[in-house]
């Protein structure tokens, strides 16, 4: 756009400068450099209007130094137009043309006053006042015209940004509805069977196999329900401050059951973030639920520790143990998930099978940011 105007600029001084050449035989020494000046004054038209048009007015009143006090005046008509004063500064600019160009100046010779010429010299000097006017607020109206058309489409992509995040709004209040609906109906379905099997138990192992089944239901169903509320949060809103984090992860071990086995020193005392915190809570989660899955009753390991400005999240498990059981249903998305935030959070994770039949998942997660 810069070099646009520049090249505007210049082919205007280049035509000024032509028609003072083209008329240089029509006055003297005195006329040659009025003229020569108000093209060269045009350079100054865009940062000093009112001095560019002033400085043109001298080759105006010679009578035939047209295109420099036109494009001055086109300058300052193409100005902001919105602005009070810019009428009555444009209209005293125009008349001010029409009085140079038609006034009898003595040093242009005798006149003649018949009908014709005086009528003549009136037309010339309207169109001479009219014309640069009528296309410089007709650039001014075009460049306003523009910015409303940006205004617009830049509204209308709002808009269209809003209706998209209503639109995934309304599919989050519909996907936990669903949720709720069906998973919840059957976990409070186990959590209700678990309490009927605690009650009619014969030995004190079943007693407490069904009740840690119905507090684990229970605590998932909490799970849940808080899963819930936050799909039905606005994209906006702020998350719930009651996630899960290094504190609660002695009551993970300790419901996973006696085969898992932690190493989990004080480090909810330490400067962890809350996202890191979260983060290794659902790693350990995650890999638990892996080994009830794959290698149920398999020696499991869980440790924590701090290295450099990095938390590391080791979980080990041995081969499967003696009685596997029925596999439990994988949807094949919980270590992409867990590689996804811990990579969100600038960290790594790994996950491969051991030498002795085990599996070892460990995370990399940066303290800061």
């Known amino acids: 756009m810069r070099g646009r105007s520049v090249a505007l600029d210049a082919s205007l001084v280049a035509v000024a400068a032509v028609e003072a050449w083209a008329t240089r035989s029509l006055g003297g020494a005195y006329a040659l450099t009025a003229a020569y000046g108000a093209a060269g004054a045009l350079v100054l038209r865009r940062r000093l209007p009112l001095t560019a048009f002033a400085a043109t007015l001298p080759a105006l009143s010679l009578g035939y130094i047209w295109l420099a006090p036109m494009g001055a005046l086109y300058t300052i008509a193409a100005d902001d137009h919105r602005r009070a004063w810019h009428a009555w500064l444009t209209g005293g600019c125009a008349a001010t043309v029409a009085a140079v ?3 009898p100046w003595p040093w242009l010779g005798p006149l003649s006053w018949e009908p014709a010429a005086v009528v003549l010299a009136a037309l010339m ?22 910015a409303r058309l940006g205004e617009l489409a830049e509204s209308r992509e709002h808009e269209r940004r809003l209706a998209a995040e ?6 989050r209040a519909r996907l936990a509805r669903e949720m709720h ?21 014969q030995s004190d192992a079943a ?3 069904a009740e ?6 229970r605590e998932a169903l909490d799970e849940l ?3 819930v509320g936050l799909l039905r949060l606005p994209i906006t809103s702020q998350a719930p401050s009651d996630k899960p984090g290094l504190a609660d992860l002695p009551a993970l071990l300790a419901s996973a059951g006696p085969d898992v086995h932690g190493d989990l020193p004080a480090l909810e005392d330490r ?21 009830r899955r794959h290698a149920p009753g398999a020696k499991t390991h869980v440790a924590l520790r701090l290295q450099g400005d990095y938390l590391l999240v080791c979980v080990r498990n041995g081969p499967c143990g003696p009685a596997p059981g029925p596999a439990l249903p994988s949807g094949g998305h919980g270590l992409a998930g867990l590689r996804e935030r811990a990579a969100g959070l600038g960290g790594t994770l790994h996950a491969a099978p051991e030498p002795d039949g085990g599996f070892l998942v460990r995370a990399a997660l940066p303290l800061g940011p």
């Open 212 to 217: 840690a089944v119905r507090q684990l239901s």
């Open 166 to 171: 209503q639109a995934v709004v309304r599919e």
């Open 101 to 103: 160009s038609f006034a």
């Open 181 to 201: 609906d069906t998973v919840a109906h059957h976990i409070s379905l186990i959590s209700v069977q678990s309490g009927a099997l605690e009650a009619t138990a």
């Open 125 to 146: 000097s309207a169109l001479l006042a009219t014309a640069p006017i009528a296309l410089g607020l007709l650039m001014a109206a075009r460049r306003e015209l523009a």
């Open 271 to 291: 400067a962890c973030p809350p996202p890191v915190q979260q983060a290794a809570y659902r790693t350990v989660q995650e890999a638990l639920t892996n080994i």
């Open 207 to 209: 007693r407490s196999a």
């Open 225 to 227: 329900r808080r899963m």
